[in-house]
Structures are given as C-alpha cells and as structure tokens.
C-alpha cells in the first residue's frame, strides 16, 4: 500500500524538473548555500561537522553514503537535525532532499516528516512521505528568507525488517548584493505591513546623499487630492513647515537661474489658487 503527502511541492518533481534535471538547474545566481550527500561521511557515522542523530532504538546512522533508519520490533523513531546555518547573505532559499525505502514493507504508521526553522522560530513542517517507498522521493520547499536555518527529518518505523534512508539535501539561495543594481532587501526591515529603513540617507538618482531623502530628478504626486504635506514638530522660533527653492547655477549671461514656484489650475476648476499665511522671498 502507497500513500504520500507533500505539503510543498509534487513528491516526484522540484521546481517542475525531475531530480536528475535539479542538479543541472541549480546555476548562478542561485548557487548552494548548504549541502549533504554523506559521501564523505564513514559507514556507521552518526554526526557530522554540522549535523547530528538522535534515536529511541534502532539503527540510525550513515551506510553507503546516506543516512540509513534501520528499525526494531518495539518501533523506532530517530531525528536528523542541522546546526543553525548562516543563510544571512541569501534570499529565496529552496531546499530538498531525497527519501527512499529498502523494503517496502511498511505500514501508514510508518513516515518521514521533512521540517525548517528559520531565525529561531517554531518547526515548519514542509513535507512528509507515508508508508512505502517504491521509489526515490523528493521533499522540497522554496521562497524562504532569514538570517538563520535549521532543518530537521523525523523518521519512523513499526517493525525490525523495516528502514528508510535519506539523501542529497541540499539548501540553494539567491545571493544578496550589497550594490550594483543587486537586490536590498536586506536593508529594509518589516513593521505590520509597512517596511522602513533607519541606518542612513536614502538616494535616487544619486549614490551619496547627505540627507534623509534625497532626490534627483523630476517627481510626480499624483491621485485623487493629492496633497504634500510639510510639518514642523520642533518648537522655536519657526514653528511651520518650509519650502526653499534654490536656484545654484549661472546661465551664458553670468545670470543666476530663476527659481519658480508654479501653481497650475485647471480651467474647468471653481475656486482659485490661494496661498494661506506668508509668502517670503529671501536671499540665503
């Protein structure tokens, strides 16, 4: 009997590719963040530089290069779990791993549960195999984002002839620029639904700018009462908000640019332009 549950992506396919085409696949600018295919782990291991074991009964450890649950009659149930990995410098991390079954001999009891953590957070579970195994299964989950990962494969076997093994898990991402037209994302932190910035001035159109906002080039306020609106918090003797129009560069005649504020109504508007409070002109 065969039952399978992936709560990611189809059992047999990542990313719409097979597994064989994965391995072709996984090129700049997405590139391996993390990986273990046990090849170079001893039979009979059960720890590596950054992964380690944990079982009730049994046999868990590596054979043949990849990680091998063999069970007993009473049941076992054994946990593979990853240090904190540093995915810091990546965004949109995948990762999968394959799940095969020696003897098909099992029973709905009997799974192998695929889990992340990101940052510390609670385990999410991403994927899980029931049952048998006739052949090789991918469990996959992609679109994640931290500074920190943990992945962690609970398996679970019923009877003494029964085992399950685990292989190829791999962790890809796409590497963070910190310029150059890359991506920012990680200059950016979440509130609610807003997200903001407070670690210095925020340029466009120039690469250097000495205030908070800094712009260069024509902008656009447009909608239904669009509106700008300049407020002053700061008690003193200017209590309310200011626009300087400052005109820097001399024209052919040795003349100074004119600076113009323009106020535009449309012909088919009723109430006329007006300006509240003073209106100064001054030299700075």
Excluded: C
């Excluded at 990849?66 to 965004?91: H, K, P, Q, W, Y």
């Excluded at 394959?98 to 098909?104: G, L």
């Excluded at 700018?209 to 009462?225: C, F, M, R």
Aim: aromatic letters at 8%; hydrophobic letters at 35%.
């Amino acid at each position: 009997m065969k039952y399978i549950k992936l709560m990611a992506l189809s059992a047999l396919t990542l990313f719409g590719y097979t597994r064989s085409a994965l391995a072709n696949s996984v090129n700049p600018p997405f590139q391996t963040v993390w990986s273990e295919d046990f090849n170079s782990a001893a039979n009979g291991a059960n720890s590596g530089a950054d992964w380690g074991l944990v079982i009730n009964q049994g046999s868990f450890q590596v054979n043949n290069s990849r990680l091998e649950l063999v069970g007993v009659n009473a049941g076992s149930l054994a946990t593979f779990t990853t240090n904190a990995l540093d995915i810091s410098a990546f965004e949109n991390l995948a990762i999968s791993l394959v799940v095969d079954d020696n003897d098909n001999n099992k029973e709905t009891s009997d799974y192998v549960r695929a889990f992340y953590s990101l940052d510390g957070a609670a385990r999410v579970q991403f994927g899980e195999v029931i049952d048998d195994v006739p052949s090789p299964e991918t469990l996959s989950v992609s679109n994640l984002n931290g500074a920190s990962l943990v992945i962690e494969i609970e398996i679970k076997v019923s009877y003494g002839n029964e085992s399950y093994n685990v292989d190829d898990i791999l962790v890809t991402g796409d590497p963070l620029s910190s310029g150059g037209g890359g991506s920012t994302s990680s200059l950016w932190s979440e509130s609610g639904s807003d997200i903001y910035y407070d670690g210095g001035n925020v340029g466009i159109g120039l690469s250097d700018p000495s205030n908070p906002l800094q712009i260069v080039g024509n902008e656009l306020i447009q909608g239904d009462n669009a509106s700008l609106f300049i407020e002053s918090n700061v008690l003193g003797d200017y209590q309310g908000g200011r626009i300087y129009l400052s005109s820097q560069h001399i024209n052919s005649a040795n003349q100074f640019h004119t600076a113009m504020l323009i106020m535009h109504r449309e012909p088919r508007a009723t109430e006329s332009s007006r300006f509240s409070g003073e209106t100064e002109i001054m030299s700075m």
